[in-house]
């Protein structure tokens, strides 16, 4: 997972390119090809003039942590959000998580909202309540059995560590 890669605002308007790596979660194979090879699925595998081939989602502002969930194979991120909105993302092959066009669910500016279509976070929290999600994992441990199946996360900046049921 790479950030937009600019200072804020994504200025170099990364998250809604499909070209480069900036703003993106990538998928690679690293056990085979030199350096790595292209999985089947990665959405501009053989389309290298449409995106790079390497791009598997695409329009985080600052993906922070990152984890499977070790059971049903889905990609849960936490991104980090610039002036108002932390979100948590399912990820999907060729998904648009919308930065900088949208902040969560939000027209990151009156102007931007234009495009799509694009992934809706499945959780976003406003900065009353955080200021920088930490993404977390879906616990599948036996330790704790309150907690099996729940996403674990935390914010950076207040200390605070949450759980969240997919529903």
Not at 13 to 25: L, R
Not at 79 to 96: F, K, P, R, S
Request: with cysteine; net charge negative.
């Amino acid at each position: 997972g790479f950030g937009d890669g600019g200072s804020g605002g994504d200025p170099l308007g990364n998250g809604q390119k499909t070209t480069g790596f900036f703003s993106k979660i990538l998928r690679v194979d690293v056990d085979r090809g030199t350096p790595y090879a292209i999985p089947d699925g990665n959405p501009f595998k053989g389309r290298p003039q449409e995106g790079a081939p390497e791009l598997f989602a695409y329009g985080f502002r600052n993906p922070w942590r990152f984890s499977f969930d070790r059971e049903t194979g889905e990609l849960w991120v936490g991104d980090v959000g610039q002036n108002a909105w932390e979100e948590i993302d399912v990820v999907h092959a060729g998904g648009n998580y919308g930065w900088n066009a949208r902040e969560g669910t939000h027209c990151y500016t009156d102007a931007t909202c234009n495009g799509g279509p694009y992934e809706d976070p499945i959780y976003e929290y406003d900065h009353k309540t955080g200021n920088s999600i930490t993404g977390g994992f879906v616990y599948r441990g036996k330790a704790v059995p309150a907690l099996a199946g729940a996403y674990v996360f935390g914010d950076f900046a207040n200390g605070a560590i949450w759980t969240l049921r997919r529903d």
